[in-house]
């Protein structure tokens, strides 16, 4: 017999025996669905190819033929229920990996020429052939009859790769994909100028960026280099302590993901100038490094969602910044956001998952400050809102102007100036030895110790109410509230608490440090009376308290400074 045939209407059947006849092909056994046995020894065969259309083929008897190549057992991949398979007597028999070839691609079977497959030479299967490119895992992802050299995309995602190799063939690639596989280096990437996307994420490529080690001599940045169309690459879940470790020198990246790593700090990008959108998602990123930011002139998008960010000093490098992804970070302070200004091609920002978020101004300081705004936490800005802010904050800006306080700087310097109480019915003047010193003013001035720092003491009753330091004339002396000593004050942008004092001690004296400045809070009145002590300093600064009401016939507001 030469040539299977007429067995189609054979649909029930199990067993087939066809050994030692003139076969040398195997044909039309696609309509045997129940087929388990088939002996085929002694024949003329040189090929595996055409068992796949048995389903449910689980015994394999093909010895004695004329198969050569070792490569043929991959036509029996699919066969999936294969357990018993008896190669034996073929040419193929004399290559010494044939068995354990066979062994690593049919990962069923049981027994193999006759003779049971133990779990050692299983072990020993994978450490021999695991984390290799074959020409037969590309020929499974691009499918048999294609050109290599015409193929543009190539996906070997999760193939348990740990070499590159076979790449050169393809002239023409532009699109790899080799996330998910255990490649510890990138020899072999340079067989392919061509790409213009690369993804590398999902592999080992810690194990040749070790810090502790000059980092030019790693197996990354130096081959990647050699690919001068590259545009995007990623190298997501790799365990990358840093950028600085992976070398880059690509001026053709535009695009650059490198999510859930280790990377502490933004820096090594001088070799990426045009990057346009850097993706650092889930790192340890606590601030950003202006010096690290300066080279990335042209980055158009910037995501660090879920890093540990408090700070957002820096970033105004970012002159060509569009989108700002800040989701889930540590940033609480309200005044971070001015740190924003000057930005003013940002169009997109997103801060939820901060605590500044949650802060009623959030929103309308965003859109005073960044007026180029066009959406926040995925919600368009309206123009309602933008005529909100403007009118929020010029009225506040208006308000300063018209309260603000008179602030003069004496060039004379005095020292050892007495503690003098300014009397109520007379101008005030310079605090000194009890006598008060005539202004022609109508403003009085009353001389304290400024300069980098406010040092000053007061004595006197004030209203529990008061958000900041008041200055009474007239009246008697009362105890100072312990409500008015935990009001802070802030200085370089920086709140700093009073100190503390008792309302039982009627005189004891309150100490501040630190140039008072408190924002949208205007003028508050004054209790019934106190006075002042000037301590000695040399360019003593002088304050102008405004006239007010006040309950001990009249006293003297100092405003916010």
């Known amino acids: 017999i030469s040539k299977i045939e007429g067995l189609s209407t054979l649909v029930s059947l199990r067993k087939l025996e066809l050994g030692k006849n003139k076969i040398n092909k195997v044909e039309n056994l696609d309509t045997l669905h129940h087929l388990c046995q088939l002996s085929l020894e002694d024949n003329d065969i040189q ?100 050109e290599y050299a015409y193929v543009t995309e190539l996906n070997l995602s999760s193939c348990g790769i740990k070499e590159i190799s076979l790449l050169e063939p393809f002239t023409s690639l532009l699109h790899l994909k080799m996330d998910h596989n255990a490649l510890t280096d990138l020899n072999g990437i340079q067989a392919v100028p061509s790409l213009i996307s690369l993804n590398l994420s999902h592999n080992r490529l810690a194990q040749a960026l070790d810090t502790r080690s000059d980092p030019t001599k790693n197996a990354i940045g130096k081959y990647l280099s050699m690919l001068p169309n590259l545009e995007s690459a990623s190298f997501d879940t790799c365990q ?22 280790d990377i502490a700090k933004i820096e090594g990008l001088e070799g990426c100038p045009n990057l346009r959108e850097l993706i650092l998602d889930k790192n340890k990123i606590r601030q950003f490094d202006e010096r690290g930011l300066y080279p990335l002139i042209n980055l158009r998008s910037l995501r660090v969602e879920d890093n540990m960010v408090k700070t957002l000093d820096g970033l105004r490098v970012l002159i060509s910044l569009q989108k700002l992804v800040l989701v889930q970070n540590r940033i609480s302070d309200l005044n971070e956001i001015d740190k924003l200004e000057g930005l003013e091609r940002l169009a997109e920002i997103y801060i939820t998952g901060n605590s500044v978020a949650r802060k009623s101004l959030y929103r309308l300081s965003l859109v005073y400050k960044i007026p180029s705004l066009q959406q926040i936490d995925s919600r368009d800005v309206s123009q309602e809102e933008r005529e909100k802010a403007e009118g929020f904050f010029n009225q506040e800006y208006q308000y300063y102007q018209q309260h603000a306080p008179h602030v003069y700087t004496d060039q004379r310097t005095f020292n050892n100036v007495p ?18 010193l005539q202004q022609p003013s109508s403003a009085s001035k009353v001389g304290i110790k400024m300069a980098n720092v406010v040092n000053f003491e007061y004595q006197g009753q004030t209203d529990t109410g008061a958000p900041i330091m008041s200055l009474g004339v007239g009246g008697t002396s009362a105890p100072v509230t312990s409500k008015l000593a935990h009001q802070p004050i802030q200085r370089g942008g920086v709140r700093k608490p009073l100190g503390r004092t008792s309302s039982a001690d009627s005189a004891n004296t309150l100490g501040g440090v630190g140039v008072a400045k408190r924002k949208g809070m205007g003028p508050v009145s004054s209790g019934s009376g106190g006075s002042l002590r000037a301590t000695p300093h040399s360019r003593p600064t002088y304050i102008s308290p405004r006239p007010t009401s006040g309950t001990g016939g009249g006293s003297n507001v100092l405003p916010r400074v």
Do not use: W
Not at 419 to 436: E, F, I, K, R, Y
């Open 47 to 146: 090929t595996l190819s055409g068992f796949n259309k048995i389903p449910n083929l689980m015994e394999l008897y093909i010895g004695n033929n004329k198969i050569d190549s070792v490569k043929e057992v991959n036509q029996l991949r699919e066969v999936n229920k294969l357990i018993i398979l008896d190669l034996s007597g073929n040419p193929l028999c004399t290559n010494p990996d044939c068995r354990l070839y066979a062994i690593y691609n049919l990962k069923k079977l049981k027994v193999l020429d006759g003779v049971s497959i133990d779990p050692a030479e299983n072990q020993k299967a994978r450490e021999t052939f695991a984390g290799k490119m074959s020409t037969e895992l590309l020929t499974e992802r691009i499918g048999t009859g294609v």
């Open 240 to 261: 990358i302590p840093s950028i600085n470790s992976l070398q880059l020198k690509i001026p053709s990246l535009t695009f650059l993901s490198l999510k859930h790593n």
């Open 419 to 436: 503690q003098g109480v300014v009397q109520h019915g007379a101008p005030m003047g310079l605090v000194g030895n009890g006598t008060s």
